[in-house]
């Protein structure tokens, strides 16, 4: 899985209250994605267009379970890559198969704007803007496997161990 495109940039210690707000939790899947960061870069999810990158510094998702990693797909965006992402959100990453990486040093290594070239299956994260190249840590090939096969329920429909959804 390789992602090439423009990077958005946030802090450390994201919540994912920041990301799917109490307001847009009861709203549809896709509307809830309107209203990612709403709160903190009102109009931003107007701004996002589809392949977008986002990139976070420290504890990326840290807070509830709340399926936010769903509204940042929604919203169009490619991948995620954080200097660290918290285990809950990126397992909800995988669940909902929003590709997301470990990759330390990624915060400081690129600017809004820059655009990243990123490949999931090998951990190679590339800044085209300023010639700068990182490792991510690499998923394990099973979660890469959940990925690639639309996240959990996808796969659990193709392996007929749930019923498919209607």
């Known amino acids: 899985m390789k992602f090439q495109a423009r990077v958005w940039k946030v802090g450390d210690n994201i919540n994912t209250d920041l990301i799917l707000p109490i307001q847009a939790f009861y709203l549809s899947a896709q509307e809830q994605a309107q209203y990612v960061f709403r709160s903190n870069r009102p109009g931003w999810a107007e701004e996002v267009q589809p392949g977008d990158i986002l990139i976070g510094g420290r504890n990326f998702g840290m807070g509830s379970s709340r399926p936010a990693a769903r509204s940042l797909k929604n919203l169009g965006l490619s991948c995620l890559l954080a200097h660290s992402l918290n285990g809950l959100f990126f397992r909800n990453c995988v669940n909902f198969a ?68 209607r």
Do not use: H, Q, W, Y
Not at 120 to 136: E, P, Q, Y
């Open 98 to 165: 929003f590709p997301a990486m470990d990759c330390p040093g990624v915060d400081e290594a690129f600017d809004e704007g820059d655009v990243a070239e990123v490949d999931f299956d090998t951990g190679v994260v590339r800044n085209l803007s300023r010639d700068k190249t990182l490792t991510a840590v690499v998923l394990p090939p099973k979660l890469l496997e959940l990925l690639k096969a639309g996240g959990i329920f996808p796969l659990l429909e193709k392996e007929g161990a749930i019923a498919a959804a």
